[in-house]
């Protein structure tokens, strides 16, 4: 069957973000080392067999080799974390902790989010008895008090049946008791015990969106909307310090005093806007309501219609979806003005010693309340040098700015390292444009020898579906801010048919495009000569993974200077 029978995975273009430490510098200038001082030239040792490890081939014109490449990959893999403008934005993260009530262990799985569903409780929480259940806490820990846990208790002796937005995080956290049907598999225990599962906020998003369950379909078609008064803050600040999980409560306790409050994990937000649903579950219609950021005055956005209105009325809309804004802290504002300010004298700077800051960082520093670190470390190489190819397009990602500016918000913000020029590394250049025609010289060979049908005396190749679209990824990738060093860390690594020979004992049902691609033996020898293989080879006679097993064919070896001019 033919590779272009599958559709390929879009294109990713992300921007790396991370910090160095001197273990992590010291382990990239041992791998830049070894790129100086290998060549290349020399063609891998291709074996078609099951459970080898060929050598890869070496990148041509004194590159360096398919060996330094891996070393990269693995290490941009392990300090590497995608960001774009969404996660940068909305992305906060849930900690979920389950404590088995038999042998008392605890299991954590923190997991990413963009938008919170909150339940909304049929009577006030009162806060004083509230579960704090972090790890190595007492259940009955207070976790709410002060002023919310009072008036929460006042309501629900009065009988008030409004709730607030704090009862409703104070639901969403509580306590959870698996028992009965809903027990949970204890790896320690291997069994089902009683557990007790909790949820806390193990990190904040700049903008916290938060959904609040109205409508419930429990009884098929028919369902129903909650209309319960839900108060929330509207010109108050929303506080969630005290839904933190613990252990992440006092890492931001800390970076507040090594920032001095300018770009520290503030728990604090403001209301920006919300959606409105008027009507019931079958009918209604959406109003959304946002605050100016210069005027400060809320905005009615009915269709094409907008209206003032107050934050009174704002207070009393029957929100469905709330979007909280971080508070900045005072000191920040005056960063900003002064990177301003930097940036314009970047633009003539004269005599005055400059340094370069990634433009992306520079853009999150001027709109969110923490851009986090400087994210320069994996956007250079070991040698310090920007990872681009061409000096023009690191002069679209970067901006100048004073030196002694520069230290300073790398005192505040840590990360780095800071650079003094854009002057692309000539080796890690080289590198590049090498392995860029070997990828180019992979994807013709591929393209070439992939053929939907084989001839009498040919067998099919298994590959597992999962390397395929790796591989797919790794090929397409396209280069829209120009080659880097980056574009040399998605290689798919060496072939593993672990997963499909695991499917193949157990006896399952393995289909081909869904678990499995075959390919003819000539493309399974250009994988195996440019990425390697694990094993095992799976060979058939037909389509089918359970048929017939082939024998290896006797391919004659391909010379790298041949595929370096893409033909044989």
């Known amino acids: 069957m033919s590779l272009s029978s599958r559709t390929s995975e879009s294109d990713r273009n992300v921007t790396a973000t991370g910090t160095v430490t001197q273990e992590e510098e010291e382990a990239s200038v041992k791998v830049h080392q070894q790129a100086s001082a290998l060549n290349g030239g020399s063609g891998g040792r291709v074996v078609v067999n099951g459970g080898s490890t060929p050598s890869p081939p070496s990148l041509p014109e004194g590159g360096a080799g398919v060996l330094i490449h891996r070393l990269l990959s693995e290490k941009l893999a392990e300090e590497t974390t995608w960001s774009s403008p ?52 007492n259940p009955s820990t207070k976790v709410c008090g002060g002023f919310w846990g009072w008036m929460s208790s006042a309501r629900a002796y009065l009988g008030d049946a409004k709730v607030s937005l704090y009862d409703c995080l104070a639901t969403f956290c509580q306590d959870e008791e698996l028992t009965g049907s809903e027990q949970y598999h204890c790896d320690f225990c291997k069994k089902k015990c009683d557990g007790r599962k909790f949820i806390r906020f193990y990190s904040t998003p700049e903008t916290l969106v938060i959904h609040l369950n109205r409508f419930r379909y429990d009884e098929g078609w028919f369902g129903q909307k909650n209309s319960r008064v839900v108060t929330f803050p509207v010109d108050e600040e929303l506080n969630i310090a005290q839904f933190m999980h613990m252990d ?64 009174a009325q704002v207070a009393g809309f029957e929100a469905y979806v709330l979007f909280y804004q971080k508070v900045a802290s005072p000191a920040r504002a005056n960063v900003v003005a002064e990177l301003l300010r930097a940036v314009q004298e970047g633009q003539s700077p004269g005599d005055t010693p400059m340094v370069y800051i990634p433009r992306q960082w520079a853009v999150k520093l001027q709109y969110m309340s923490h851009p986090g670190p400087i994210s320069t470390y994996t956007m250079v190489c070991p040698d310090k040098c920007v990872s681009e190819v061409e000096k023009e397009d690191a002069e679209q990602r970067y901006i100048p700015v004073p030196l002694e500016f520069g230290k300073k918000l790398k005192t505040l913000y840590g990360g780095g390292p800071l650079l003094s020029s854009l002057e692309p590394c000539e080796k890690c250049s080289n590198y590049v444009k090498a392995y860029l025609r070997r990828r180019a010289a992979e994807q013709a060979l591929v393209t070439k020898y992939d053929t939907k049908d084989i001839k009498d005396g040919e067998y099919w190749y ?107």
Request: a neutral charge.
């Open 86 to 137: 969404v996660s940068d934005a909305f992305q906060g993260k849930l900690i979920s902790t389950v404590r088995c009530m038999h042998c008392n262990n605890t299991s954590t799985t923190i997991e990413p989010v963009y938008d919170v569903s909150l339940p909304i409780p049929s009577a006030p929480v009162d806060f004083t008895k509230f579960s704090g259940g972090s790890l190595g806490t």
């Open 248 to 311: 992440s409560a006092s890492a931001v306790a800390n970076r507040s005093e090594v920032v001095g409050g300018v770009g520290n994990q503030t728990t604090a937000y403001r209301l920006t806007g919300l959606i409105r649903h008027i009507g019931s579950v079958g009918s209604g219609h959406y109003v959304a309501y946002c605050r100016h950021e210069e005027t400060d005055e809320w905005l009615e956005y009915d269709d094409a219609k907008v209206t003032k209105v107050d934050s």
């Open 462 to 568: 298994m590959v597992d579906a999962v390397w395929v679209n790796n591989w797919k990824s790794y090929i397409k990738k396209a280069h829209l801010d120009g080659p880097s060093l980056a574009d040399t860390s998605d290689d798919p690594g060496p072939i593993d048919n672990s997963r499909l020979v695991e499917i193949v004992k157990s006896r399952k049902p393995c289909k081909v495009r869904h678990h499995f691609v075959a390919v003819n033996g000539r493309v399974w020898q250009l994988f195996v000569f440019f990425h390697g293989s694990k094993g095992p080879t799976i060979c058939r006679a037909s389509l089918d993974i359970y048929g017939k097993i082939g024998c290896d064919e006797m391919i004659p070896p391909l010379r790298w200077k041949s595929i370096h001019r893409g033909r044989e």
